[in-house]
């Protein structure tokens, strides 16, 4: 029982609402308020909206009755359940209270028991009522799904946060005949298949919601660029690319990001447009999927398509490593290279990671180049096992979103054998944001149980280096090239490095600075304590090839 409920006792006789309001308290009401005639209880019902009124029948100037007339005519009876409460049960006055609306009648004297089962019976029904019509407010009866007011609430939320969202609107234009041609419950499942097939996409999801009669609308908080959300979303309605045709195949969609430039649009909008754009695009065309904002739409396809040629690449073996040399602090032994990913272009020729990574970066797919090009390094490190010398060390480049997925760890134990590990460094690039922090710290310690070393690379540059140096496990620093160019003429920055690399060797962790191209910021760091050196001033990327031979001279 809900005992929170609020309940208003009506009668004339002072000993009546006692005993009444005595019984209410056994039952575990606190909120209880009286009224002893017809017009108090009525401003009290009017002020206050109580959940239940065990209202007297017979009462001076105006009796229970007359109350339930006032109440029925200002449509107030929906709202508030009455039991009628009289030591006169003749037929006709029971008749014409439940004719008003009353939804029981006791008799006098109460019984306890009695009134326990009424009252109970009567809260319940309140919020079973209650639960119905809050389903009705904010869900569609047909398929079960949230529908536009509950969408619009949440994009409100959002807007008033004025955080990045993005709303898709997704059209299946074949609803309507699905409806007649196969019933209402057919096209209704259809709906509720395309919401599963969204909610195993992997991106976040706020809300997915039916926003018309062959419409859903799928809200998503802090989205990835809009390249890699327009292939989520094309996923989501064509199926997997090369295989079946997908679930929703005569659908499109157009993907609205807010929040929007102009502050006075709103919720409403913002889906408008993205329900406009949605219905503008065919299912016959090759691009099923729009970006709303015309200014943003090149840009994405482009990008888009750049991912696409990537995973093409893939495919077809067309990526390759070159080496940058990486020297002692003479700057006459090699000790190390970094591995640094080329693209052979069957029409463009060979591309740097410039050209492709940045529409990569933030999609699955950089996982994938990730592990691929641990693969790489490790094919390399066999093929060279009797050439390398005992300090040299392979630097691997990858992405926090790589290790912090935890299959790293296994993949590296899978594609580098054991004796080849203590040349691999892996390195974690300090410009990108470590999400999930613990999940990092366990996937490089188990990397480095491997006999694997782990570099953190751009040091100075990222997010908290001194914080990340003592959260992350790691035995070597990469200190950026922005510390490095102009060296040799800036006694401030000499200070830093200075004090840089004494913090390090305090930490037991080697150094590398990276960047250097002039002859005197050379000399400047050679004098600066223990480290390696990398830059095109002492060698540029080559293929693996001339690396080898470098090494064996």
Not at 254 to 267: K, L, N, R, S, Y
Not at 303 to 314: H, I, K, N, Q, W
Not at 363 to 379: F, I, N
Not at 488 to 505: E, F, H, T, V, W
């Amino acid at each position: 029982m809900n005992t929170d409920a609020q309940v208003l006792v009506v009668d004339d006789n002072e000993n009546n609402r006692f005993m009444l309001v005595r019984y209410l308290h056994r039952l575990g009401f606190q909120r209880i308020a009286e009224a002893d005639d017809g017009a108090a209880a009525l401003q009290r019902i009017r002020e206050s909206r109580p959940d239940l009124v065990l209202l007297d029948v017979i009462m001076p100037d105006m009796d229970g009755v007359q109350v339930l007339e006032v109440l029925r005519r200002e449509g107030r009876m929906g709202d508030v359940p009455v039991i009628m409460v009289s030591a006169h049960e003749t037929l006709e006055i029971v008749v014409r209270c439940i004719e008003l609306g009353a939804e029981d009648y006791l008799t006098k004297p109460i019984q306890p028991t009695m009134l326990r089962a009424r009252v109970m019976a009567i809260l319940e029904k309140r919020r079973l009522r209650e639960i119905e019509l809050e389903f009705i407010a904010h869900f569609d009866p047909d398929t079960h799904l949230p529908n536009r007011h509950a969408l619009l609430e949440r994009v409100e939320r959002m807007l008033a946060g004025r955080r990045r969202f993005a709303l898709v609107a997704i059209s299946c234009r074949n609803h309507g005949s699905i409806a007649l041609s196969a019933g209402e419950d057919d096209a209704s499942a259809r709906l509720r298949a395309l919401d599963d097939r969204i909610q195993s996409s992997g991106l976040p999801t706020d809300i997915v919601a039916r926003v018309g009669d062959g419409t859903v609308a799928w809200l998503l908080p802090d989205v990835s660029p809009d390249h890699v959300l327009l292939q989520a979303v094309e996923d989501v309605l064509v199926g997997d690319r090369g295989g079946a045709a997908g679930i929703a195949s005569d659908c499109t969609a157009a993907i609205a990001v807010g929040p929007p430039a102009d502050p006075g649009e709103g919720a409403s909008d913002l889906l408008r447009l993205a329900m406009s754009e949605a219905m503008r695009v065919s299912p016959e065309s090759s691009e099923r999927v729009l970006i709303a904002d015309p200014a943003l739409r090149t840009e994405a396809r482009e990008a888009l398509a750049t991912l696409r040629e990537v995973e093409r690449a893939l495919a077809n073996d067309e990526l390759l490593l070159h080496f940058q040399p990486i020297f002692d602090r003479d700057a006459r032994r090699l000790v190390g290279a970094e591995a640094l990913l080329r693209w052979m272009h069957p029409e463009r020729g060979l591309l740097p990671p410039g050209a492709f990574l940045g529409a990569v970066e933030a999609s699955p797919l950089m996982e994938t180049l990730d592990v691929r090009v641990v693969a790489m390094a490790g094919k390399v490190l066999a093929a060279w096992a009797d050439e390398l010398p005992d300090d040299f060390r392979m630097h691997v480049n990858l992405t926090a979103h790589s290790i912090m997925s935890g299959r790293l760890p296994a993949y590296v134990e899978q594609v580098v054998p054991s004796p080849l590990r203590r040349y691999l460094t892996l390195e974690l690039t300090e410009r990108v944001h470590v999400m999930d922090m613990p999940a990092c710290v366990a996937a490089l310690q188990q990397i480095r149980a491997l006999g694997v070393q782990v570099a953190l690379d751009d040091f100075g540059t990222g997010f908290s280096s001194l914080s990340h140096i003592n959260l992350l496990p790691c035995d070597l620093l990469k200190i950026d090239r922005s510390f490095v160019t102009g060296v040799d003429g800036d006694p401030k920055r000499q200070r830093l490095l200075s004090s840089l690399i004494g913090m390090a060797q305090a930490l037991d962790l080697g150094v590398v600075v990276e960047g250097i191209e002039r002859e005197d910021d050379l000399r400047v760091l050679q004098a600066l304590g223990p480290l390696q050196l990398q830059g095109f001033l002492l060698g540029r990327p080559v293929p693996a090839g001339e690396l080898l031979d470098r090494l064996a001279a």
